[in-house]
């Protein structure tokens, strides 16, 4: 995909996520790989409603801005995604509501947020790891994600939101709202006791589609 249409894919995508309400405000922020190893990456303080395809932060493989407005904050925690997961073309991070409810609750295991309640989420999310609260920016938020070692595409910031990675931007932003979709299940669901998919029907979904599981105890193998 050319430069120009990864530009206008990240501000159409951003522009649908923010329209249906996934992420308020100024918040969130998404990036995409380049061919040259470099990033596209949306802007600090830009609303992800109104993104401005020219104004996009471009970033050289060192992460140095080359061009385009300053970038967000949350570069250290893109970039440890992109180190661990190498199959990683685009990572999306959003503050949505339900998502932001399941991080901050006591009882969620942080090997497997949350339960394999349907097949998608196991088909586009695999597991979701929580890890600990780190403030917007900090770059010990990079540490954590890099002590997962690869194993997720889908991790819940602690009191502050989901971030997914994908390999292509697309397929990053289908599963963060799989992910959100779930969360919100979660919470309907709580404490009525629900079905969730057996060890078999996990095992069955993993051997068709070839799912690769980060920590199969946690989905019951």
Request: proline share 8%; with cysteine.
């Amino acid at each position: 995909m050319t430069d120009t249409k990864l530009r206008e894919e990240i501000c159409r995508l951003g522009r649908s996520l923010f329209d249906r309400g996934l992420t308020p405000g100024s918040s969130g922020n998404i990036s995409v790989r380049c061919d040259d190893g470099g990033w596209l990456v949306s802007p600090t303080n830009a609303s992800l409603g109104s993104l401005d395809p020219a104004r996009l932060s471009r970033l050289d493989s060192n992460g140095r801005l080359m061009s385009g407005d300053a970038p967000t904050k949350e570069v250290p925690l893109h970039t440890a995604l992109y180190e661990t997961r190498s199959a990683a073309r685009a990572v999306v991070h959003l503050h949505s509501t339900h998502s932001v409810a399941v991080s901050m609750l006591p009882e969620i295991d942080p090997r497997a947020a949350l339960p394999p309640m349907t097949p998608y989420y196991l088909m586009k999310c695999g597991a979701t790891a929580l890890v600990p609260y780190y403030r917007p920016g900090d770059p010990a938020v990079a540490d954590a994600i890099k002590g997962l070692a690869g194993k997720y595409s889908s991790v819940l910031l602690a009191n502050h939101g989901p971030v997914v990675s994908g390999d292509t931007l697309e397929a990053a932003v289908h599963a963060i709202e799989e992910l959100e979709e779930t969360a919100k299940l979660y919470l309907l669901l709580r404490g009525l006791n629900p079905r969730h998919l057996t060890p078999a029907q996990v095992k069955d979904l993993v051997a068709t589609f070839g799912l690769v599981l980060p920590d199969h105890d946690a989905h019951g193998h």
